[in-house]
């Protein structure tokens, strides 16, 4: 059974950091893409970034370009959001989310057929 | 950037009542780019659809998923008490949402 734990949310002050986890179980955690999604307060699902299974290409979404960075450690089977530079429109729930395709070390994320429950990053002075 | 519209914004049906969500792309979507997903509060979202008429693992046969090029569709046949939920169209092209249909109790 897949599992999808995130960890590391919390309240940060405006301009700050934080770092979140996402620990992964039940499939081959190199050979799949991940991604985290966000949803803020009242708002819809956004993604926000993706990383290939290799760890070797990842991408962002526009509005996290240059202050969000995704990372992996396979031999942990974790994932990872450094977020810096956080404002008051990060606020969200953060979940990671496994993509569907099995396909080696160097697929970028598509579709998301695993999630996990989420963890809440509030920025706020 | 494509862009996604979904509507309604809001349906309110019975169950056992047919509903019928739509997702606009703002230029042509290939088929295979296109999944639905459904999220209840408190829930991880689940992938419903994919490739636009691909049921993924599990999903009940009442949903199914139809379209081509800007216009996409889900539809649920007869409404089941555990379907009153918000839904999100999703391209994979730049990972892009709509903003959701919520599919209420009447």
């Known amino acids: 059974e897949v599992q999808l734990l995130e960890s590391g949310g919390g309240l940060v002050q405006p301009g700050g950091s934080l770092r979140i986890s996402c620990e992964a179980s039940?499939?081959?955690?190199?050979?799949?893409?991940m991604s985290w999604v966000r949803q803020a307060p009242g708002k819809g699902l956004q993604w926000v970034s993706g990383?290939?299974?290799?760890?070797?290409?990842?991408y962002y979404a526009d509005s996290v370009m240059g202050r969000f960075t995704v990372s992996r450690d396979n031999a942990k089977n974790t994932l990872f959001l450094q977020m810096d530079s956080l404002r008051g429109e990060d606020t969200a729930v953060y979940y990671c989310a496994k993509d569907l395709a099995y396909c080696g070390s160097e697929c970028e994320p598509e579709f998301f057929d695993n999630w996990g429950q989420g963890t809440l990053v509030t920025v706020s002075s | 950037e494509i862009v996604l519209t979904q509507s309604p914004g809001t349906l309110s049906l019975s169950p056992g009542q047919r509903a019928t969500l739509s997702c606009r792309a703002s230029q042509s979507v290939t088929r295979r780019y296109l999944a639905w997903y459904q999220h209840k509060p408190g829930q991880a979202p689940r992938l419903l659809v994919y490739?636009?008429?691909t049921r993924a693992t599990g999903i009940p046969d009442r949903f199914s998923g139809s379209g081509s090029g800007t216009d996409f569709t889900l539809t649920i046949t007869r409404l089941e008490p555990e379907d009153f939920a918000v839904y999100y169209c999703?391209?994979?092209?730049?990972?892009?949402f709509g903003q959701g249909t919520k599919v209420e109790i009447k």
């Open positions: 999703q391209q994979s092209d730049s990972r892009t």
């Open positions: 990383i290939s299974g290799s760890g070797g290409r990842t």
């Open positions: 490739g636009a008429s």
């Open positions: 039940g499939f081959i955690f190199t050979s799949y893409a």
